[in-house]
C-alpha cells in the first residue's frame, strides 16, 4: 500500500523517469522482503535499528557504497513522504548515517605519452587527420569537456588573444586560454575546413567528414583510437584528456583554485580530486631525492 501510494507520488507530483521510478521501486522491494524476514509486517513500521541490520546486510554482500547509498536515499525520500502525509509520527531516517564511499582517483596521461602522440604521431595531411589531431590538442590545451567542444562556433574561438570561449554546466561562460604553439594547428585546421566545406550551413567550428556537426561517440572513436597508441589505461575517452590537463598543471605547479577556473567547476571540492594524484607523484619524488628517504 504504502511502497504505491509513494511511487504514484514520484510519477505523477516529482514527474519522475520511468526508469528513476523502477530504480526506487527495486529497492523498496528488497527493503519489504528484508523486513518480512527480520519480522516486521509492514514497512512503515521499520526502525532506525532496522534499517542499519538492511545496511549492513547489503555491505556483506559487496555492495558497493555507492549502491548502499543510493538505496538509502530512496529510504530518506519514502519515509519523508510517509511522514508529510502524516502515516507515520518519526522518520528513522534521520538517525541514519550514509556509508562513506571511496573516491575514485582521475586517471591521467603521462606528459611524455601526450607529448610523443602530438609532437611524433603522423596523424596524416588530409582534412580528417588535421581534425582528429586539433581535436586531441584542444582537449589537451584547454580541458575542456565533450559537450563543450562538440557546441563550439567559429567566434568562440579567438586565435589573436589565444583564448576559447566554451559554454559549461548550467549555462555558464568561460573563458579558457591557451598556449601560443596551438595557434598554427587551429589555422592549419580552419584552412583546411574553409577547403573542403566553403559554404557550411551551421557555424560550429568542429565538423565531420560530411560537413555535420560533432556528435558524441563520433568523437570518443577519434580520441580512443589514439590514445590506444600511447596508453594501456583502460579508459581512453575525452574526460581522460580533462584530467590530463589538470594533473598536468597541478603537478607544474598551477594553482588550484586557478584550475577550478579553467574546469568550470562550481565548487573547489570538484578540483581538490586532482591532488591525491600529485601528492602520490610528490612521495614518489621525495623517496627518489632526499637523502634519508
Known sequence: MYNDLFLKYLQFEKRFSVNTIKSYKVDLCQFTDFIIDYGEVEIHQANDKTIRAWIVSLMEKDLSAVSVNRKISTLKSFFKFLLREGYVNTNPMDKI?????????????????????????????????????????????????????????????????????????????????????????????IRFRDQEFNNLAHD????????????????????????????????????????????????RGADLNAIKELLGHANLSATQVYTHNTFKKLKTIYKQAHPRA
Open 97 to 189: 548515517s550514509s556509508p562513506k564511499a571511496s573516491k575514485r582517483l582521475p586517471l591521467f596521461i603521462e606528459e611524455k605519452q601526450i607529448n610523443n602522440l602530438i609532437d611524433d604521431y603522423s596523424f596524416g595531411d588530409d582534412f580528417s587527420g588535421t581534425r582528429n589531431k586539433t581535436i586531441i590538442e584542444m582537449f589537451y590545451n584547454t580541458g575542456m569537456r565533450l559537450s563543450e567542444l562538440i557546441n563550439l562556433k567559429n567566434n568562440s574561438v579567438d586565435l589573436y588573444n589565444n583564448t576559447v570561449k566554451v559554454l559549461g554546466k548550467r549555462n555558464k561562460e568561460r573563458i579558457i586560454p591557451f598556449n601560443s604553439t596551438f595557434i598554427e594547428p587551429l589555422e592549419k585546421y
Open 204 to 251: 560550429y567550428f568542429f565538423v565531420t567528414d560530411k560537413g555535420n556537426k560533432l556528435y558524441e561517440k563520433f568523437v570518443y572513436r577519434i580520441v580512443n583510437r589514439y590514445l590506444s597508441l600511447v596508453t594501456t589505461i583502460e579508459k581512453k575517452s575525452p574526460h581522460i584528456l580533462r584530467h590530463t590537463f589538470a594533473t598536468h598543471l597541478l603537478n
